[in-house]
């Protein structure tokens, strides 16, 4: 079992940054990719961005302005923690935001959009930018 806890998030202006966290502990060995999707209201959940061993997948609506971001513990049993840095942020950026992890089926280009390629999700984190 994997465990996700988001943390970060809250409100900010238009053009202004904000850094989303995820710690993942548990059985992080079965979770080679971890991302990001949101969910605007009245919208669907959509994908934001995922890194798999060191290969980087993002939106188009984000890229240039988001990035992920990986750390690694040294540990018997390392956690994992993922980094979603958002910077000259939008009003339509504003949505919830959940960190998933995945790794019991392949993920690729045409596929990281996926939903049900995660199998871990985390509590949701609102990120709110005013115009």
């Known amino acids: 079992q994997v465990q996700l806890v988001q943390s970060g998030g809250g409100s900010v202006q238009a053009g202004g940054s904000l850094r989303l966290s995820c710690a993942a502990s548990?059985?992080?060995?079965?979770?080679?990719?971890m991302g990001w999707f949101r969910q605007a209201p009245g919208k669907e959940r959509e994908a934001v961005g995922t890194?798999?061993?060191?290969?980087?997948?993002?939106?188009?609506?984000v890229r240039g302005r988001f990035t992920i971001s990986q750390f690694i513990s040294s540990q018997d049993n390392p956690k994992k923690t993922v980094y979603l840095q958002m910077n000259m942020l939008k009003p339509e950026d504003t949505a919830m935001y959940y960190c998933a992890a995945g790794g019991s089926l392949p993920l690729t280009l045409a596929s990281w959009r996926n939903e049900g390629k995660y199998t871990y999700w985390g509590q949701g984190t609102q990120v709110t930018v005013s115009s």
């Open positions: 548990g059985a992080t060995s079965n979770i080679p990719y």
């Open positions: 890194m798999k061993e060191g290969m980087t997948y993002m939106a188009d609506s």
